[in-house]
């Protein structure tokens, strides 16, 4: 910005200075309007002079060529005192070439027309704000600058600030890590650990629509009860859905034994019994916790049989089947249903046609393997969708032994290869050998087999 005037101490007394040379500029072309004399240019002057005591500081610019429309506005006293006006309410300091040219007048004895913010420049010649720099530490100079100056080129290559999630892991925490970062270190988790990171985000999808599990093995004892509750105990842990494990087997099926009950006594048949009512109701979560026993800590209900009736009392036929799939699947978006051992009974095979992904559940033991094997072989025989089932089967292989066989594991796994899609193998863990299970119970080495068997199923139900 310009300094002030030297001769004045103050911008007020500048400001006054400049009014009173605005009042005789005023006085002076009311005098030439009212005698109709023209007086030269050097006369002009004089009379200003001759005018006023104070010198005469205006913040007129310098004169330039204008077009006659342009003479005439400039020679109005009214609108030359609104543009010299509209200046001086800026309450900033003359640049030193606008006070020379101050006291300059024309060759025809008007006076220089007022710069202001909305004049044009004439075709071919500069704008006076491109002409001459903007006095410094002028805000509304310097954004006027800013919106004249071209826009520079956008670099396409440049790297962008952001990261994606793989560079901006969360810590460890889990093992020593995970110990050390909770006592101020700040490690990388390990590669297992990203491992379960994973799995766990891949069964937290979304499916579109209600999907079906069944765990299934012609065998007794094969490990299908505790592979449907560790799967649902999975799935309820890392999946935002609602998740039900339904016990099909008519014959004192355990799974009701392995999981926590809850006040209520209900079973299959109670929701067989009133399946035609909740079906024609709107459908709440209220509607359904008198039949289910929900699970809190792995967060996921269950759908129970009652081992005290004989199975002629719990029977179910096909349309039976029908209805209950029809009930759970407007409340659950993710079931897992544990089969009975007789695979000619009416619900088992009414169970394989609601489907969406088979799992045979098994053990290291050569006959629960082969019952296993064999049920694959035979859906592949039949063809269809029966054969596809087959094909994107996952065998989920459990030791059952704290002593295992050398090798026994790898062989069993090995086998199943050919058969179906994935094969898993998990080691054997005590907590699962009687009573309730908690997914939190197990070892961690179990803890990761069993998350990476959940990340496998999520694959065959997620689109």
Do not use: C
Request: zero cysteines; glycine letters at 6%; charged letters at 25%.
């Amino acid at each position: 910005m310009a300094e002030a005037d030297p001769n004045y101490q103050t911008r007020a007394e500048l400001r006054r200075a400049r009014q009173r040379a605005v009042d005789a500029a005023e006085q002076r072309d009311a005098s030439q309007e009212n005698t109709g004399q023209g007086k030269a240019t050097g006369e002009t002057a004089a009379d200003a002079e001759n005018m006023t005591e104070e010198p005469i500081i205006s913040a007129i610019p310098a004169p330039r060529p204008q077009s006659e429309p342009a003479k005439q506005s400039a020679s109005r006293p009214l609108a030359a005192k609104r543009d010299i006006e509209a200046f001086l309410l800026d309450d900033l300091a003359m640049p030193e070439d606008e006070k020379t040219a101050a006291t300059e007048t024309s060759p025809n004895g008007a006076r220089p027309k007022a710069a202001s913010a909305k004049s044009t420049p004439l075709q071919g010649e500069a704008s006076p704000e491109s002409a001459a720099p903007a006095p410094a530490g002028s805000a509304a100079d310097a954004l006027r600058s800013f919106q004249s100056s071209p826009a520079r080129a956008v670099d396409d290559d440049r790297p962008t600030f952001l990261r994606d999630a793989d560079h901006g892991d969360v810590p460890a925490q889990q093992g020593f890590r995970g110990f050390l970062n909770r006592i101020g270190f700040s490690l990388e988790p390990t590669g297992e650990e990203r491992r379960d990171r994973q799995w766990r985000a891949q069964v937290g999808r979304r499916v579109s629509r209600p999907k079906t599990v069944s765990i299934v093995n012609g065998k007794g004892g094969a490990n299908k009860t505790p592979t449907t509750v560790l799967l649902a105990s999975v799935f309820g842990r890392n999946s935002s859905q609602s998740v039900l494990a339904w016990d099909n087997n008519g014959t004192r099926g355990t799974l009701g034994w392995r999981t926590t009950g809850d006040e209520h006594k209900s079973h299959v048949m109670n929701l067989l019994d009133d399946a035609d009512e909740l079906l024609g109701s709107k459908p709440t979560e209220r509607s359904i916790d008198g039949y289910v026993h929900y699970q809190p800590s792995d967060r996921f209900s269950v759908l129970r049989t009652e081992p005290t009736l004989l199975a002629a009392e719990q029977s179910v036929a096909s349309d039976d089947f029908d209805a209950l799939h029809s009930v759970v699947s407007r409340y659950f978006q993710i079931t897992f249903v544990d089969s009975g051992n007789d695979e000619s009974a009416e619900r088992w095979l009414r169970m394989i046609d609601h489907t969406d992904q088979l799992v045979i559940a098994s053990t290291t033991v050569e006959e629960h393997a082969e019952a296993g094997a064999l049920l694959l072989e035979a859906l592949t025989n039949r063809g269809g969708r029966y054969a596809e089932l087959a094909r994107n089967a996952v065998v989920i292989v459990s030791e059952p032994s704290p002593s295992p066989k050398p090798g026994q594991l790898n062989r069993i796994t090995r086998g199943f290869e050919h058969l179906a899609r994935a094969v898993v193998a998990v080691p054997y863990d005590a907590h699962l050998v009687k009573g309730q299970i908690k997914f939190e119970a197990l070892k961690p080495a179990t803890k990761h087999a069993w998350l990476r068997a959940a990340a496998a199923v999520s694959d065959g139900i997620a689109n």
